[in-house]
């Protein structure tokens, strides 16, 4: 299995544009999150998804945020408009089942926005 | 709010030497704690589960242990080698809960 799959892998756009990240989870898996990390805040849980459906997107920072899973194979984060302030590394991560199932992660979107 | 909180200072150990991280947290107990290893460039992977009613567990040479009067994680890892150097993070998980709170991680260096 090729493990999970971001897409790009590095992002540099500027101000007032829109982002859109993609993430294919491990075949089978029913979970998928999002996350994003920077220095100051470290690793936070964004959204995720349960069969598809998003679950909990209270970690969502605001409005500019959205995150669709039109089928178990691929998801995205979108950001609209970009802003300096979400420059950080964005990972996807995937679980098999639920709770304490371990989380197997990408290898990160770095997003720079100027 | 859940606060978690892990060395923040670089923890430097002598090959062959044990190293222990701390992941301490406050207010309520999480049902199970994770462990995970970041190597720069690259996402977490996960090394070691330990649930609320589990004291301690042993895989190879790591050793994880939970204490929730304390409230606190420790993880250990014996006849350490330059190898083991990464940042390790533990998270939090919570029952009826699916997503983890991750502590900022402790970055730690192996010196041969």
């Known amino acids: 299995d090729a493990g999970v799959i971001q897409s790009p892998r590095h992002e540099v756009t500027e101000m007032g544009q829109e982002v859109t990240l993609r993430c294919k989870p491990i075949?089978?898996?029913?979970?998928l999150f999002w996350y994003r990390q920077t220095m100051m805040r470290g690793l936070e849980l964004l959204i995720y998804?349960?069969?598809?459906?998003?679950?909990?997107d209270s970690g969502m920072p605001e409005d500019r945020f959205s995150a669709k899973m039109p089928n178990a194979s691929f998801s995205t984060l979108k950001i609209q408009p970009s802003e300096p302030r979400d420059s950080a590394v964005y990972f996807c991560?995937?679980?098999f089942g639920q709770g304490a199932d371990e989380q197997y992660f990408g290898p990160g979107t770095r997003l720079t926005v100027t | 709010s859940q606060k978690i909180e892990q060395n923040s200072e670089a923890l430097n150990i002598q090959e062959g030497k044990t190293a222990t991280l701390t992941c301490n947290y406050t207010?309520?107990?999480?049902?199970?704690l994770q462990w995970y290893r970041q190597d720069p460039g690259r996402g977490p992977v996960f090394l070691l589960l330990i649930r609320e009613n589990e004291k301690e567990k042993r895989k190879e040479r790591l050793k994880v242990t939970f204490d929730t009067t304390l409230k606190q994680s420790l993880f250990h890892i014996t006849a350490s080698q330059p190898a083991d150097s990464a940042t390790y993070l533990c998270?939090?998980?919570?029952?009826?809960?699916?997503?983890?709170?991750f502590g900022k991680g402790t970055h730690l260096i192996i010196q041969p």
């Open positions: 998270a939090l998980g919570w029952a009826g809960a699916d997503g983890l709170t």
């Open positions: 207010n309520y107990s999480p049902a199970y």
């Open positions: 998804f349960n069969n598809n459906v998003p679950i909990d």
């Open positions: 075949s089978g898996h029913d979970y």
């Open positions: 991560a995937s679980s």
